[in-house]
C-alpha cells in the first residue's frame, strides 16, 4: 500500500493479524492491574454511556426524562415529525460539505506553503504563531470577535465594505450568509490545525523523493498529482474525516453567535440535539436524535482509525 | 527572469504573510482594542475587564481541569499504552476495541446520558464533573503504544540485567523515551479541552467550577446586550493572552515534537 | 508481584486523588446550598439565585451590587448570585437543575415561565408575599390555579424609542412621537427623505413573538389565551400586524429588510444610525446614559383601537426541594429586592417599572422621574398593558412563532402560510397539555 517513510519507527510488531513478539518479562497479572482503572472508566464515562442512548432511545421519557415504559420506534417517528428536523438536517448537510472541503483544500495550500517557507526564516516564527493563533483561541472568545466583525453598520466588516461601495449586509440576518459566516469561521479556525496534520504528512515524504522531483519536475505540476498526493493520501484522508467530524459536532458559535437563527438558519444537528433536550424538554426525540447521531460520529470516527492502523498504528 | 525567479523565491513568503495577516487579525485586533485608546497605550480596559468577572478563579479552574487532564490522561495512556505495546493476554483483542471505542464515541454524541450519569453521582457543578468522561483518551492510549513500541528492546533488557523490575523499567528505560510524544499529546490535549465550551457550560452551574471559556461566554452574554466591545475585547485578551505568548514562546518545540510524533 | 502491587497502588492513588476531589466537589453541590463560600457561621443559611439578563447595560454589576449589600445587612443569610445568560438560557439551567434534583432557592425568570414550572411542579405559592405588597395589577396577571406563584421585579413594557433631534431636524415636533401605524410611517419616510437616517428598527430575533405582541393587540387579538394551551397565531390581527411589518421594508422601505438583532438594534439607535427603535422598557437607562442627543419614549403607536402594548420580563420565583429555614430566607430575599428602595434603585438604573406605586413615590425615584420624564412612559402604559405570551412548552412554542415570523420577513414564506403553520405546531405541540395538564 503505502511506503514506509523512514521516520516511522524502527521497531515494528509482525506483520499485521501475527501476535507481536512478547519480550517484557513482568506478569501477565501486572498487564491487568494497569488496565484495570482506565478500562473501568472507559467501560463507565464510554461505553455504559452508549448503550445507555441506545435504551433510551427505545423508551417512552416523560418530561423530566424519565422512562415511563417501552416506545418501541415511537421516538424516532416523533423526531421524523419535528418540524424543524428536516431543516436542521439540510443546514448540516450543507455546512458539513462546505466547512469540510474548503478547509482540507485550504489545509492543504497552507502546509505546501509552510513547508517552504519552514526553516529559519526571519518571519517563519511571526507567521506561525499569526497562522496557528486561531487554533488555541477558544472558539466562544473567537465568536465574540466574529460578532463584532461582522455587525451590521457598526462592524468592521461592514465598515470596510461600505468603503469599497459596498457593505449595508446584515450578515448574521440572513440564513444563508449567516451559515456562510459558519463556514467561514470553521475554515479559519480548523484549516491551519489540519495544515499541521498535513505538514506532519509531508515530513514523511523522503527527501530524495522531494529532490528528484524538483530536477524532473521544476513546475512541481506532475509530481504534485502523480508522487505527492499518493503519498499524503492516507494524511488527506484522515484529516477529510476529521474535518467531517469537526464539522458535524460544531456547536460552540452556534450557541454564542445566532443561537440557530437567523429562522433556524444556522440550526445544525448537535445545537439542534441540545435544544431538543436541555430547552425544549422533548427527550424522547432528543434520544433518538442522540442515537442516530452516535451511529453517523462512531462510523466516521471508526474509518478515521481504521485509516490510522493501516498507515501507522498497526492494529495489535 | 530574474523577476520571475524572484517571485518564484519570494512568493509564497508573501503569500504567506498576507494569509497570516488574515489569520492573525482578530488576535491583532483584541490587542489594539484593549492596550490602544485615543493614541495612547492603556491598561484601563484590561483593569476594568479583569475586574468584571472573578477571572483569577476561572483560570484556576482551567488550569485545573486542563491540567488534570492531561495528568490523567498521560497516566493512564502511559499504563494501557505499555501493556497494549508489550504484553501478549487473552482478550487484548477486547480491550484495545474497548479503548478505541473512546475515541469513536465522542461525548457529544451522547451528551444527554452522560450528563445523567454525572448528575447521578452528585457531580453536577464540580470540575471532576467535567472532567471523568475525559479522564481516559483513546488517543493518548495510542500515543502512547505507539512511542514505547519504538523503544529498543536491547534497552530493556540492559535495564533489566541491571535488577529494574517492569515498572523500574518503564520509569528508566520507557518514560524518558516518550517525552516528545507526550508532548505533542499534551498540544492535542491541552488545546481540546481548553477550548471546549458547551459540556463544561452544561455542567457547572456556579463561578466555582467554571471554566474560563464558559467565565468569558457568560460576561460577553452579560455584556452584549450593551455592546460594551472594549471590555469585552480586554476580557478575550485576559482569556488569549496568556496562552498566545506560551505558544509564541515554545511554538517551535510544540510544532517540531508535533510533526514527528504524528508524521503517519 | 511486586509491580501488581505496586500498580494498584498508583490506580489507588489516583483514585483517592479523586475522591478527595469528589468530597471538595460534593460540599459545593450538596442540596441546594451550591457554591463554594465557606459559611462564616454556622447558622448561616446558603442560597443560590439564578437570574438572567435580557436587556441592555451592564445589569449583571448592578445585580451583584445589589445582593452584596443584601448579604451585608442580613447577616444569617448568603445569597449566591449566579448569572445564567439570556432568558431561555436561564429556564433552560433553572428546569435541568429541578431535573436533577438541585433547584436554586430563588430565581429571576420568565413570568411566562408558571405553566413549565407547575407542570414541573417545581415552584412555591407566594400569595402572602404578592398580596402583602402593593403591586401593580397589570403585573400579576394571569393567576393560575388560584395562586400567585411569582413575585413582579424585573417587568418592561415595549415602548418606542425616537431620536428627537432628528424629529426636529425633519421638521416634525420632538415633544411626541407616531401616535398611529399610519404616521409612523409618515414620520419614517420624512426623517429618511430628510436627513438621510433609517427610519425605524424593530428586532426581529430573539424573542420576536414579543416585540410582535403589541402589534398583534392592536391590531385586534393577542397571540394566546391566559390557559396554558390556546394560542391564536394565525388570527386576523396576527396577519394584519405581520404584513405591517413586512411592508414597513417591503412596502414602505422605512426599515432594512431582513432579521435585525434584538442586542444591536439599540446601539443603532444610540449611534443615530436610526431614527426610531422598538424595544424593552428595560433598555431605558443605558440608552438615555449613551445616546448623545435627547432621547424620546412614547407608547406604541395604536392600530385599530387605542394603543395597547404588552408586559414582559422576569418574576421572582421561589422553588420547592428547600429546606424552611431556606425558604424563609428566600422570602427574605425576595421581599427586600422588592421593597421601595430596591426596586426604585433597580428601576432607576435599568428602566424596568417600579413595580409598586410605594417604589414609584420613593423621593429618590421621585427626583429622578422629575430629570428623566421618559422613564413615566412604562408605568403609564401598564393600563394599557396585556400579559406575554404564555403556555406550556413555553420554548418550543417561542421558537415556533419566531420562526413564522422570521420566515416571512426572510421572504421565505407567505404570511398566511407561515402562521397556519405556526398554529398547527403550535397545536400539535400543546395538544397532550390540552386533555391532561390542566
Known sequence: MVQESPLTPQVHPGPRGLPAPRWSQGSTGLAYAALALPAALVLAFVAWPSLSTLIHSLLALNARDEATGFAGLANYRALFAQPLFGHVLANTAWFTLAASTLSVLVALALAFLLARVRGDHPMARGLLVAIFSPTIIPTIAAANLWLYFLAPQIGLVDRLLRWLGLGGENWLGQPHSALAVMVALYLWKYAPYYALFLLAGMQAVPRNVLDALRLDDPRGALGFWRVLLPLLAPMLLFVTVLALLNAVETVDPIYVMTQGGPNNGTNLVMYYLYQLGFEFFAWGPAAALSALLMAVLSSLSALALIVLERRAFHWQ | MAIARAIRQVGPGLLLAALALVWAFPSLWVLFATFWQAGHFTLVHLSQAWASAPFGGYALNTVEIVGGLFFAQALFGAAVGFVLARYQFPGKGLITALFLLQIVVPLYAVLIQEYRIIQGLHLLNSKLGIMLPYAVSGIGVLTFRQAFRAVPRELEEAARLDGYGTLGVVWHVYLPRAIPAALAFAVVSVTYHWTDFLWPLMVTNTDAARPIAVGLAMLAQASEAGLQWNLLAAATAVVVLPILVLFALYHRRILAAFTASYDW | ?438
Not at chain 3, 457561621?41 to 437570574?51: G, N, Q, R
Not at chain 3, 398611529?180 to 420576536?208: H, M, N, R, Y
Not at chain 3, 422598557?281 to 443605558?286: M, N, P, T, V, Y
Not at chain 3, 425558604?327 to 421593597?339: G, S
Open chain 3, 1 to 438: 508481584m511486586k509491580g501488581v502491587k505496586s500498580m494498584l497502588r498508583v490506580w489507588a492513588a489516583a483514585a483517592a486523588t479523586g475522591v478527595g476531589l469528589l468530597a471538595l466537589a460534593g460540599c459545593g453541590n450538596a442540596g441546594v446550598a451550591s457554591g463554594s463560600q465557606p459559611s462564616s457561621a454556622s447558622h448561616t443559611i446558603t442560597l443560590t439565585y439564578d437570574y438572567p439578563v435580557g436587556v441592555s447595560g451592564p445589569l449583571a454589576q448592578i445585580m451583584n451590587g445589589m445582593v452584596a449589600r443584601f448579604n451585608q445587612t442580613h447577616p444569617g443569610i448568603h445569597v449566591n448570585p449566579v448569572f445564567s445568560g439570556n432568558y431561555v438560557q436561564t429556564l433552560a439551567k433553572v428546569e435541568t437543575a429541578i431535573q436533577s434534583g438541585t433547584p436554586p432557592a430563588v430565581a429571576v425568570l420568565n413570568h411566562t415561565a408558571v405553566f413549565d414550572l407547575l407542570h414541573l411542579n417545581a415552584v412555591q405559592p407566594l400569595d402572602s408575599l404578592v398580596q402583602s405588597g402593593d403591586f401593580y395589577p397589570a403585573l400579576l396577571q394571569p393567576k393560575v390555579g388560584g395562586h400567585y406563584w411569582s413575585v413582579p421585579f424585573q417587568r418592561s413594557t415595549v415602548v418606542l424609542y425616537y431620536n428627537k433631534a432628528l424629529f426636529a431636524k425633519a421638521g416634525l415636533n420632538p415633544d411626541q412621537g407616531p401616535s398611529t401605524w399610519q404616521q409612523l410611517v409618515q414620520d419614517a419616510s420624512l426623517i429618511q427623505e430628510k436627513t438621510g437616517v433609517t427610519g425605524i428598527e424593530i428586532p426581529s430575533d430573539g424573542t420576536v413573538y414579543w416585540e410582535f405582541q403589541p402589534f398583534a393587540i392592536e391590531a385586534g387579538q393577542n397571540l394566546a389565551a391566559n390557559d396554558g394551551v390556546t394560542v391564536h397565531f394565525n388570527s386576523q390581527a396576527a396577519e394584519t400586524a405581520l404584513q405591517f411589518w413586512v411592508d414597513l421594508s417591503h412596502k414602505y422601505h422605512v426599515e432594512p429588510p431582513g432579521i435585525l438583532p434584538w442586542n444591536t438594534v439599540p446601539d443603532d439607535f444610540e449611534r443615530g444610525k436610526t431614527a426610531m427603535i422598538v424595544h424593552s422598557s428595560g433598555s431605558l437607562a443605558s440608552i438615555v446614559q449613551n445616546a448623545s442627543f435627547p432621547v424620546g419614549v412614547s407608547f406604541m403607536p395604536q392600530g385599530v383601537g387605542q394603543a395597547r402594548t404588552n408586559m414582559g420580563g422576569g418574576d421572582f420565583y421561589i422553588f420547592r426541594g428547600i429546606s424552611p429555614a431556606q425558604t424563609q430566607a428566600a422570602e427574605t430575599f425576595v421581599r427586600w429586592m422588592t421593597a421601595p428602595a430596591q426596586a426604585a434603585y433597580w428601576s432607576m438604573h435599568t428602566g424596568y417599572v417600579p413595580v409598586t406605586s410605594q417604589a414609584l413615590q420613593d423621593p429618590q425615584m421621585q427626583r429622578f422621574v422629575q430629570q428623566h420624564p421618559q422613564f413615566l412612559v412604562a408605568p403609564e402604559q401598564l393600563q394599557y398593558a396585556e400579559p406575554e405570551l404564555s403556555t406550556y412548552q413555553l420554548n418550543q412554542i417561542y421558537e415556533i412563532f419566531d420562526s413564522a415570523v422570521q420566515s416571512v420577513l426572510d421572504g421565505q414564506t407567505d404570511v398566511k402560510t407561515a402562521l397556519n403553520r405556526a398554529q398547527q405546531q403550535a397545536e400539535a405541540a400543546l395538544a397532550p397539555y390540552r386533555t391532561t395538564g390542566q
